[in-house]
Nanobody, 117 residues
Framework: QVQLVESGGGLVQPGGSLTLSCVAS???????MGWYRQAPGKQRELVAT???????NYEDSVKARFTISRDNAKDTVYLLMNKLKPEDTAVYYC????????????WGQGTQVTVSS
């Protein structure tokens, strides 16, 4: 059974940094890994994705502030978040998508990130 377990969320002041981690169990490195977020009252939205080869894609509002990376040997994907803003406050979810089979998609349980002074 595939499992995605996030960690690293918490409370941070505006302008601060956090690094989220997602450990994937029983999943091939071929999967595209991603981070999504959902703020209260809003739909879940894409933050960033990264292919097995390391090609990254970012939502416009986080470009130049967030960096997604992955360590295939450790089955782990990271999201380094710098210059955090209050509007980054949300539950952040790890996602795994098979590149050729849309039925194979998995989600973690989410980790809360709160940006507030």
């Amino acid at each position: 059974q595939v499992q995605l377990v996030e960690s690293g969320g918490g409370l941070v002041q505006p302008g601060g940094s956090l690094t989220l981690s997602c450990v994937a169990s029983r999943i091939s490195s071929v999967y595209v890994m991603g981070w999504y977020r959902q703020a209260p009252g809003k739909q879940r939205e894409l933050v960033a994705t990264i292919t097995s080869g390391g090609r990254a894609n970012y939502e416009d509002s986080v470009k130049a502030r967030f960096t997604i990376s992955r360590d295939n040997a450790k089955d782990t994907v990271y999201l380094l978040m710098n210059k955090l803003k209050p509007e980054d406050t949300a539950v952040y979810y790890c996602n795994a998508d098979h590149p050729f089979n849309t039925r194979l998609t998995f989600w973690g349980q989410g980790t809360q990130v709160t940006v507030s002074s």
